[in-house]
């Protein structure tokens, strides 16, 4: 039987203090940030056209501490009725277009890979300790 994560966490965050516990959650962020973009690559489709592709777009923006906002940076031209032309993310287009075949594919794969990314994160803090 495996223990839950958030109990776990729970534990090693009770046990140590935050002086030492800082660092590696920065590590550890890394860790489990690799494990998500990871997945939403494999799960990621390619297009035939030359240039970037969706599948190797995802990167990961650190511009808070203990934050991590991982997202895909490939832009398509898009007519907006009323707006004219502009670059939208095609994260966007491909996860919310009503008539998407990609519809809620990046949500059902940050779901499925919580309990990984839950892993990589509590082994790599257990690992510095």
Do not use: C
Request: cysteine-free; overall charge positive.
């Amino acid at each position: 039987m495996s223990i839950d994560p958030t109990k776990e966490l729970e534990s090693i965050f009770k046990n140590y203090n935050r002086k030492t516990l800082n660092p590696l959650i920065i590590i550890a962020m890394d860790a489990a940030e690799k494990v998500l973009i990871s997945n939403l690559k494999a799960d990621s489709p390619v297009s035939m056209e030359g240039g970037e592709h969706y599948r190797d777009s995802w990167e990961s923006k650190k511009g808070y501490r203990y934050a991590r906002y991982i997202h895909n940076k490939k832009k398509v031209r898009y007519n907006i009725p009323g707006r004219g032309v502009r670059d939208i993310p095609l994260s966007s287009l491909l996860e919310n277009a009503a008539n998407s075949p990609y519809r809620g594919r990046i949500r059902r794969t940050v779901r499925r890979s919580k309990a990984a990314v839950q892993q990589a994160f509590i082994n790599k803090v257990k690992g510095g300790l």
